[in-house]
């Protein structure tokens, strides 16, 4: 028999009124019996494949620069920096400067699945219930709210190293050097470290949410029998 709680789901999204559900709901046995849906375990499902399709597209070269949903953009303190270097002629500089920023978050990205992975494990079948019920986003909020933390220290000391191997470190002083020395600028002197590990956190989570969107409102991209299952409660 179907527990309580599960019942309660299912018989929500069959459109029974609230006296109705009650009335049957208090009718049936406490216990997870066989006959139920794997509810954690679509969800589990679901926020694996957002990760193995989405998140890996950002590691691969251009994953972030080219991916206008997720490039990372100049702050803003450095937009006039921008603005002001494409003025004088410098347009290569301040384009290199932009792709390095990118190639540094997709560097990042490498080490964030066995993070995922683990948060992923945690869900349980409370999380999971309040997740199918959520918003199409619902499933990747709980995510960013397990990994976060942990990502943001796994990726920031990344990010630092990889400024230094692909030369960010290099051409960063040198376009904020030529900027800080036009007369009359107010200099700047960015924390360019954290400001891409936060913009490379928020790319991961787009592109889960992405996935799974598609998985909550396509029924063609529920492409196993636990997915097609657990969604259409929600359909």
Partial sequence: MFPKKLALIFLCFAGVSCAELQQVVNTLPNG???????????????????IDKQVSKLTKQDGFYKNELVKILLPQELQKVDKTLRDIGLSSLADEGLKVLNRAAEDAVKGATPIFVNAVKEITFTDAKNILLGNDSAATSYLQAKTNQALYAKFNPVIKNSFSKVGADEIWTNIITKYNSIPFVNKVNPDLTDYVTNEALKGVYKMISIEEKNIRTKISSRTTSLLQQVFALQD
């Fill in 32 to 50: 997870q019996g066989t006959g139920a849906i794997d509810i954690a375990g679509g969800l589990r499902q679901a926020l694996d494949f957002g």
